[in-house]
């Protein structure tokens, strides 16, 4: 069935360095969705694109759905972006959302 | 501003007991909604998703069900519970009309021994 194949697992960034997640499609996605795990498990919505880039802040995201991936751009990481990021896409011709295996960053002062 | 509240919170139950979850969305019309699962370590899936009242499509057999009584209401049940349904159960709704971002509530964790 569909996958999304999330990358890396985990990452260390020292505060002020930046780095890129990663989202891999095994077929066409009609949109995705970056997440953020909060203390209590729930998600945080980051971005939601269905094309191009988006940014906010810190974070930047970009989607092309033709090569199959999403990426998330992390520039200038602080100590209080440490924690557990997925990315979520939306199966064309389906209702179902499917997430990544999630990376945990942690950054380090 | 839409807000939406799962309940319980927390729940532990003995298998083969009943189980429902709740789910409601407030400032929102005939929002689409969503049930999720992940068990501990694993992936978030998708279990349900249903676009109007009385309308619920299953998307990952786990021996549950799901039901829309309300346009404002998602109740997750079974009548046994397995030791494999453990883990985190999320609700999320999205607007109507479409595939549209999805917005996730605070979820309930729920232990069966």
């Known amino acids: 069935g569909d996958q999304v194949e999330q990358s890396p697992s985990a990452l260390s960034l020292h505060e002020g360095t930046g780095s890129a997640l990663r989202c891999n499609f095994t077929t066409t996605m009609r949109a995705v969705q970056w997440f953020r795990k909060n203390s209590r498990g729930s998600l945080i919505n980051l971005f939601y694109l269905a094309s191009g880039t988006k940014e906010n802040g810190r974070l930047k995201s970009a989607f092309d759905s033709k090569e199959r991936y999403s990426t998330l751009h992390i520039r200038d990481a602080q100590l209080e972006d440490s924690g557990t990021y997925f990315c979520a896409a939306e199966s064309s011709g389906s209702w179902q959302l499917i997430f990544g295996s999630g990376t945990q960053l942690t950054v380090m002062p | 501003a839409q807000t939406i509240h799962q309940w319980p919170v927390a729940e532990i139950k003995a298998v083969g007991s009943p189980l429902s979850l709740g789910c409601t969305i407030k400032?929102?019309?005939?929002?689409?909604l969503y049930w999720y699962w992940q068990a501990t370590g694993g992936t978030l899936q998708q279990l349900f998703y249903?676009?109007?009242?009385?309308?619920v499509e299953s998307v990952v057999q786990l021996n549950l069900s799901a039901s829309r009584p309300k346009d404002d209401q998602f109740i997750l049940s079974t009548e046994k519970l397995l030791l494999s349904h453990s883990g985190f159960y999320l609700c999320?709704?999205?607007?109507?009309?479409?595939?549209?971002?999805?917005?996730f509530g605070p979820g309930t964790r729920l232990t069966v021994l």
């Open positions: 400032g929102k019309s005939s929002p689409n």
């Open positions: 249903s676009i109007t009242v009385g309308q």
């Open positions: 999320a709704w999205s607007l109507p009309g479409g595939l549209y971002e999805q917005y």
